[in-house]
């Protein structure tokens, strides 16, 4: 059975750095694309970015660039998402899923990792 | 403001059709790049519906349909049920963001 395992939730302070995580099971880790996807408070989903276990390409979404970071390591089957200095507008619930397929269908999803951030 | 744009919301009474729709342009839709829907239940991470424009994962009712025309797609639930009471959101490709994108989403309401 396909599942992916999120990182429980968070409470950060401002300027904090915080890196969350999604591990695979019950497929091949390396060959299909992770994909990260924020939903914020009452909000709609974004894509954010992918990353290729197998090889660590990274894919980021334009207004996600340069604000977090996506990595892998194949060895523990789990990917990272993670912040260096959060703010408040990045409290949101943060979301793993698996693409499949050419077009990246998200065909399996974390349940979801709340991370909020206030002082 | 998403490149795709869905209606915010839809309603129907039990039983009855509804379709929503996801307008996007030629840097998405319209440039030929497959087209998924998820629904999301209030309080659950989203699930995969539709697949590549017209295809339905394994154990997603056939009451659920994915169609795509153009720089559109659509999707459409037939005989509603209570269950069906959710938001829903297409995705695709972009060229000029140069990734993926989702639509703002729809939320269903049962009349």
């Known amino acids: 059975e396909v599942q992916l395992v999120q990182s429980g939730a968070e409470v950060k302070k401002p300027g904090e750095s915080l890196k969350i995580s999604c591990k695979g099971s019950g497929y091949s880790f390396t060959s299909y694309w992770i994909g990260w996807v924020r939903q914020m408070p009452g909000k709609g989903l974004e894509w954010m970015g992918i990353?290729?276990?197998?090889?660590?390409?990274?894919r980021y979404s334009p207004s996600f660039q340069g604000q977090v970071t996506i990595s892998a390591d194949k060895s523990i089957s789990t990917a990272y998402l993670q912040w260096s200095s959060l703010k408040a507008s990045d409290t949101a619930m943060y979301y793993c899923?698996?693409?499949?397929?050419?077009?990246?269908?998200?065909?399996?999803w974390g349940q979801g990792t709340l991370v909020t951030v206030s002082s | 403001q998403s490149v795709l744009t869905q209606p915010p919301s839809v309603s129907g009474a039990p039983g009855q059709r509804v379709t929503i729709s996801c307008t996007g342009s030629s840097s998405n839709i319209g440039a030929g790049y497959d087209v998924h829907w998820y629904q999301q239940l209030p309080g659950t991470a989203p699930k995969l519906l539709i697949y590549g424009n017209d295809n339905r994962p394994s154990g997603v009712p056939d009451r659920f349909s994915g169609s795509k025309s153009g720089t559109s797609a659509s999707l459409a639930i037939t005989g509603l049920q209570a269950e069906d009471e959710a938001d829903y959101y297409c995705q695709t490709y972009d060229t000029t963001l140069s990734g993926r994108v989702f639509g703002a989403g729809t939320t269903q309401t049962l009349l």
């Open positions: 899923a698996r693409c499949s397929g050419g077009s990246c269908q998200a065909d399996y």
């Open positions: 990353i290729y276990p197998g090889d660590s390409d990274t």
